[in-house]
Nanobody
Framework: QVQLVESGGGLVQSGGSLRLSCVVS????????MGWYRQVPGKERELVAR???????NYADSVKGRFTISRDNAKKTVYLQMNSLKPEDTAVYYC????????WGQGTQVTVSS
């Protein structure tokens, strides 16, 4: 049973930075690619960053050049460094496998004020 615990969210001004962390329990970590997702009320959850087992990364166009995903396999942790934050980045952020097939954690709220 994989459990996901996200942290690091908060309130930040436009242009600011945050670093999110996701600790993954279970032996599956390292087998799959990982992703960071976000969701705002009334909208579907969207994948914003992905890191494959090889370390290759992909980003949604909306965050490209501002967000960086990384992973520490020894710590079973995935990170999302978010720079130059914009109000439209406000959402609850979740991590999961890059195919989203594990049970979702509680997420971490990111609020960017203008």
């Amino acid at each position: 049973q994989v459990q996901l615990v996200e942290s690091g969210g908060g309130l930040v001004q436009s242009g600011g930075s945050l670093r999110l962390s996701c600790v993954v329990s279970g032996r599956e970590f390292g087998i799959y690619g990982m992703g960071w997702y976000r969701q705002v009320p009334g909208k579907e959850r969207e994948l914003v960053a992905r890191i494959r087992r090889s370390g290759a990364t992909n980003y949604a166009d909306s965050v490209k050049g501002r967000f960086t995903i990384s992973r520490d396999n020894a710590k079973k942790t995935v990170y999302l460094q978010m720079n130059s934050l914009k109000p439209e980045d406000t959402a609850v952020y979740y991590c999961n496998s890059d195919l989203g097939f594990w049970s979702w954690g509680q997420g971490t709220q990111v609020t960017v004020s203008s």
